[in-house]
């Protein structure tokens, strides 16, 4: 597509649910990110694949957070045993590449907003 | 460790004055990039512009400009003759070479232009 998709837009689940989150990036972009942002909040970074493999994932807060990209596109952000604390915009973005030192231009979806209850 | 800090919170204009977002960063690495991020109501972040450590050199962009400047370590974002469409949350953020293209991203400051 034109850009990046995330869906759903909005998911509401209650306490201890398990939540999928799905990004589908621009055609052609090898690298995929996912940030998180929490009202009033700039987005942080939670995890980054080049192609299938997670090249950093140092932004995941805990082991329930799980992402995948198993055929280098479409990824998905698996949340298991969600808190109230989970909530937030989960962002998704994508690029060309993942390397050139740090001069990516990222792209972003308009987001998927988690709310536990 | 790298940090962004946006300490203007929110700003509030009159159509057609002249406005300026600050961004203060820190890094360690001698090579990175900085960004500013538009992010409109709809929630999607929108690039706005990218320099990198060894360029100092302000740019213009219509009614937009960019001051870089590496002694005080920041990179500050002006709008001039603002209009009610700029209304929007302004992020800066930067990535250092090292840390590949994760981008750290400041607090965010939020412009409404008043009609």
């Known amino acids: 597509g034109a850009g990046v998709s995330q869906t759903p837009s909005n998911k509401v689940t209650e306490k201890g649910k398990y939540v999928e989150l799905r990004c589908d990036p621009i055609s052609g972009h090898t690298a995929l990110y996912w940030y998180r942002q929490s009202l009033g909040q700039g987005p942080e970074f939670l995890i980054y694949?080049?192609?299938?493999?997670?090249a950093d994932d140092s932004g995941l807060p805990n082991d329930r957070f799980f992402a995948v990209r198993p055929e280098g596109s479409v990824s998905t952000l698996k949340i298991q045993r969600t808190e109230r604390g989970d909530s937030a915009v989960y962002l998704c973005?994508?690029?060309?590449?993942w390397g050139a030192g740090g001069a990516n231009v990222l792209t972003f979806g308009a987001g998927s907003r988690l709310t536990v209850l | 460790a790298q940090k962004v800090t946006q300490a203007q919170t929110e700003i509030s204009v009159v159509e057609k004055e002249d406005v300026t977002l600050d961004c203060v960063y820190e890094t360690r690495d001698t090579t990175y990039y900085l960004f500013w991020y538009k992010q409109p109501p709809s929630g999607e972040l929108v690039f706005l512009i990218r320099r990198n450590s060894f360029d100092e050199q302000n740019e213009i962009s219509g009614r937009y400009s960019w001051n870089f400047q590496k002694s005080t370590s920041s990179f500050n974002f002006t709008i001039t003759a603002s209009q009610v469409v700029d209304s929007a949350v302004y992020f800066c953020?930067?990535?250092?070479?090292?840390?590949?293209?994760?981008?750290?991203f400041g607090e965010g400051t939020q412009l409404t232009v008043n009609p």
């Open positions: 694949f080049q192609g299938t493999g997670a």
């Open positions: 953020a930067l990535s250092e070479e090292t840390s590949g293209s994760r981008l750290t």
């Open positions: 973005a994508s690029s060309l590449s």
